[in-house]
């Protein structure tokens, strides 16, 4: 079976500074990768997604995520943070299978302080 | 495209109420999704549909909840009676068949229990 571990329930940032969300997944088969985000009082709205295609895949808003097979890892990162991205952040992995099914991990809750 | 539609925005109801949440998913899709979000549970899936058809309730916390897709472009999640501790945003989401895609999330209901 599949899962998603998000290492840390809270992460605070200055802006301006680099952010990093861990996600490690588990997967007897090739993953299809997604992050979420969540801002306050709305639903989850796609930030990437990696398909099997380049393992560096960029999104919206400047994140970026890389898939590293050996480490099982699906780390997002931003290179510099603005206050704008205080928001809840999710990964998720697809289940194999015939069914299209995501597994999502506990979330990760970024702020983002001046 | 408009999106994933769900009505309300928020309820609120009495203990013992039945209340009907509503989604309409983004024409073409073909996957239907009810999620549930507390702060001390997370995300939890609720229920699928896939072309209409039940696929896996097994989220469905007790008798009281059901859920209905009479066609395409409607679902329905319904509680009765509902009681206190049923107090969660609840997210429709919908998708496309390939799990490449992902889910695209409604704005969610905020539900109410007093």
């Known amino acids: 079976a599949q899962s998603v571990t998000q290492l840390g329930s809270h992460v605070s940032v200055s802006e301006g500074a680099l952010v990093l969300l861990r996600c490690n997944y588990s997967?007897?088969?090739?993953?299809?990768l997604f992050w979420y985000v969540q801002y306050p009082n709305q639903g989850l709205q796609l930030l990437l997604k990696y398909t099997s295609a380049a393992t560096l895949v960029k999104g919206i808003n400047g994140f970026e995520a890389e898939f590293k097979k050996s480490e099982t890892s699906f780390h997002l990162t931003k290179p510099s943070a603005h206050m704008s991205d205080a928001a809840e952040y999710f990964c998720?992995?697809?289940?194999?299978?015939?069914?299209?099914?995501?597994?999502f991990g506990a979330g990760t809750r970024l702020a983002v302080h001046p | 495209d408009a999106g994933v539609i769900q009505s309300p925005r928020h309820e609120v109801t009495e203990m013992g109420q039945e209340v009907t949440l509503r989604c309409k998913p983004i024409?073409?899709?073909?996957?239907l999704f009810w999620y549930r979000q507390t702060m001390m549970r997370g995300l939890e899936l609720l229920i699928y549909f896939n072309n209409n058809v039940p696929i896996d309730d097994s989220g469905m916390p007790e008798d009281r909840f059901s859920a209905k897709m009479p066609n395409a472009s409607f679902s329905t999640l319904k509680i009765q009676p509902s009681e206190p501790r049923d107090s969660a945003v609840y997210f429709c989401?919908?998708?496309?068949?390939?799990?490449?895609?992902?889910?695209?999330f409604g704005s969610g209901t905020r539900l109410t229990v007093v």
């Open positions: 024409s073409g899709h073909d996957y």
């Open positions: 998720a992995v697809s289940q194999s299978g015939g069914y299209n099914k995501l597994i």
């Open positions: 989401a919908s998708s496309l068949y390939d799990r490449v895609y992902g889910y695209t």
């Open positions: 997967s007897s088969v090739p993953p299809y």
